[in-house]
């Protein structure tokens, strides 16, 4: 079966809004064996909607619409339908309703606009927005199976995860085959080395029919997509063996499966060995803590973090000796293991983590630019090494509080 993808916005054309929308529903298609075939964007003007419709419909076998059923005067997509389609529209008493226990579920009066959104194709299913709304609508024009969902992102996801997705599967259209993916996350390790490593395993992937493999490198880490279109469970048993080799062979570069995250398996690791944390993050801002804050039950794991972003900071909160500073500098791997032994100290941890960089564009005497250290200590050891990163501050800062979640996550394994 074959797809297509029309999103529906002037944001989207202007660049004012990423269109992360078709990126996760052509993820999300291919997965279950849909072939994507079109992607297209068109901004809020009848014509421009009417004219994208001529040009995908006979094409394809399923057609999303994303976008331009809210309240306003330019959303304009179920006006479109119902014009290019000639099918008159039906006011749903029944949803009208439902909007109204939406606003008054949070404390809001619902404006007389909103009754908009009652109106559908007549010859549409609607599709309930568990989470906003705007309702989606599910119609046969011919051979295709046209679906429109919002354009706001979790609603979107909502309903394609509740009800379109299950029906395409349950089509007997769609056939046996079925596109199985994995993607191994990897930090601290580069595209290169990484390739260089594995090159037995690239080899062999490369030899089996219907099987690839892609390197996908970040300013974090690199991740690693294995995909196979299978149709038997021989294939299907095939690709996980693969699978299993190719994580046994980045070793400890290798840390989770997408779409978990660095900071999950820290959590996770230190939850299971009943242990915790305390961070003084001074380059990072507090961007470190912020990633393991993201995780619900961070506090049994996390005591605490300190930034010190100023010097002087460093000796008032941390104890650490100016002189230290005065000697081997500001960001120095005598700093880093003073912050990473102080506060695990200070705050009672079993580990403590000290993160200490000039992000650029200046240094000083002892560090340039870009350079950043790293300490993870516990009782009566602490390991400490040295990064230089681009001299670009967000994209450095980025790349710092990664690679300290690593630094923390290899010495917990």
């Not at 014009?83 to 008493?93: A, G, S, V």
């Not at 226990?101 to 007389?112: I, Q």
């Not at 989470?131 to 706001?152: H, N, S």
């Not at 219907?210 to 279109?229: D, I």
Request: net charge negative; with cysteine.
């Amino acid at each position: 079966m074959k797809a297509s993808i029309l999103t529906i916005g002037d944001e989207l054309l202007i660049g004012q809004v990423l269109n992360s929308n078709v990126q996760w529903i052509s993820e999300r298609l291919t997965a279950i064996g849909v072939t994507v075939t079109r992607h297209l964007s068109v901004g809020d003007e009848m014509d421009e909607i009417t004219g994208a419709l001529r040009f995908l419909q006979s094409s394809c076998d399923i057609l999303i619409i994303g976008g331009g059923l809210g309240p306003t005067h330019d959303d304009l997509t179920v006006e479109a339908l119902s014009r290019y389609f000639k099918i008159p529209l039906r006011y749903d008493e029944e949803w009208v309703g439902k909007i109204e226990e939406f606003f008054k579920s949070r404390g809001r009066p619902m404006t007389e606009n909103n009754k908009k959104q009652g109106y559908l194709l007549r010859d549409a299913v609607r599709i309930d927005n568990d989470c906003g709304t705007a309702p989606g609508q599910f119609l046969m024009e011919g051979r295709t199976r046209i679906f429109v969902v919002p354009g706001v992102p979790h609603e979107m996801k909502s309903m394609m995860d509740r009800v379109i997705l299950p029906k395409l599967l349950n089509d007997p259209s769609l056939g046996s085959t079925r596109i199985l993916k994995e993607t191994l996350l990897t930090s601290g390790v580069g595209e290169s080395a990484l390739a260089q490593r594995i090159e037995m395993d690239v080899e062999r992937i490369r030899n089996i029919e219907g099987m690839s493999l892609a390197f996908l490198p970040s300013n974090t880490g690199v991740r690693l997509r294995l995909q196979m279109r299978a149709s038997t469970p021989e294939e299907e048993a095939t690709f996980r063996s693969e699978f299993t080799a190719l994580e046994k062979a980045c070793g400890s570069d290798a840390y989770g499966i997408e779409p978990g995250t660095i900071e999950e398996c820290v959590h996770r690791l230190l939850m299971d060995r009943g242990e915790t944390l305390a961070i003084a993050e001074s380059c990072t801002g507090g961007l470190v803590s912020q990633r393991l804050t993201r995780i619900a039950g961070a506090s049994k794991i996390l005591r605490g973090t300190l930034i010190p972003y100023q010097t002087e900071l460093k000796t008032r909160e941390l104890g650490i000796p100016a002189t230290l500073f005065e000697q081997s500098g500001v960001v120095s791997e005598a700093s880093a293991r003073a912050m990473a032994e102080n506060i695990r100290t200070k705050w009672g941890t079993t580990w403590g983590l000290g993160i200490t960089g000039y992000l650029g564009p200046e240094g000083d005497a002892f560090a340039p630019g870009g350079t950043v250290w790293i300490a993870v200590a516990r009782e009566n050891r602490t390991l400490a090494r040295e990064f230089h990163f681009e001299n670009h501050r967000e994209r450095a800062q980025e790349r710092a509080a990664a690679y300290a979640l690593d630094s923390l996550r290899r010495a917990l394994t």
